[in-house]
């Protein structure tokens, strides 16, 4: 993979945040009233706008939509954002991408504002140029406008610049703005989804994916 510009989703990609974003959510829906025990039942909000995967997964509006979001953020801000793992490679992979002199970018559907604290947290914040994430108020959680607003912000050759993602809005949304985009299989989407996008690369492990930056250099 020969692009100067690489951009990583965060959750499933860098980090596997399981036990954080679905013990928040089933904080938040028991708030409202509604008991989910079983925590892997939740998996399917890990990489979505949380607002849409609760309209669609339990027929609220958007206003109950909301008040659910809000209820899932008064927990992950405090405890879920640090019920998280890098996943095993993944420092290394960094490491490899800044001594080839490529410039790293995050770009999640998460608000910004705990994107940057996971990072620092969990000390990979300072192999990337800038971390981007949605807003608070819901603006650019959608990974085509998200990624559009990046390549403007940083004033990125698409041709020079790759998506990475485990879930298929990572990979949409790098195909629309232009760019090549690679699927890794040890996040949260399935096999079936990713490929039915028709990515340029599918890596199943992080060893297979830092290969696959190794290859350009061999």
Do not use: C
């Not at 994107?115 to 108020?137: C, N, P, Q």
Request: net charge negative.
């Amino acid at each position: 993979m020969y692009q100067q510009n690489i951009l990583f989703d965060l959750d499933g990609t860098l980090t596997d945040p399981r036990l954080g974003i679905t013990r928040s959510i089933q904080f938040a829906l028991g708030k409202l009233g509604i008991d989910e025990p079983d925590i892997t039942r939740l998996e399917h909000f890990i990489g979505p706008p949380l607002l849409q995967q609760f309209m669609q997964s339990y027929a609220m509006d958007e206003a109950k939509a909301w008040e659910a979001v809000n209820f899932y953020r008064e927990r992950f801000k405090v405890t879920g954002l640090y019920e998280n793992l890098v996943f095993d490679g993944i420092p290394q992979l960094l490491e490899t991408l800044s001594g080839q002199g490529r410039t790293l970018y995050v770009a999640t559907s998460k608000p910004s504002v705990f994107a940057r604290e996971i990072a620092r947290h969990f000390d990979f914040a300072r192999h990337f140029k800038v971390i981007y994430g949605s807003e608070l108020d819901g603006t650019r959680t959608d990974k085509v406008e998200l990624i559009a607003h990046l390549l403007a912000e940083e004033q990125l050759d698409p041709a020079q610049t790759l998506m990475i993602g485990d879930r298929k809005h990572d990979l949409i949304g790098g195909r629309r703005n232009g760019l090549q985009v690679a699927a890794v299989g040890y996040g949260f989407g399935s096999a079936e989804e990713l490929l039915a996008e028709a990515p340029e690369y599918h890596y199943p492990s992080v060893a297979e994916l830092h290969r696959g930056f190794m290859a350009i250099q061999s």
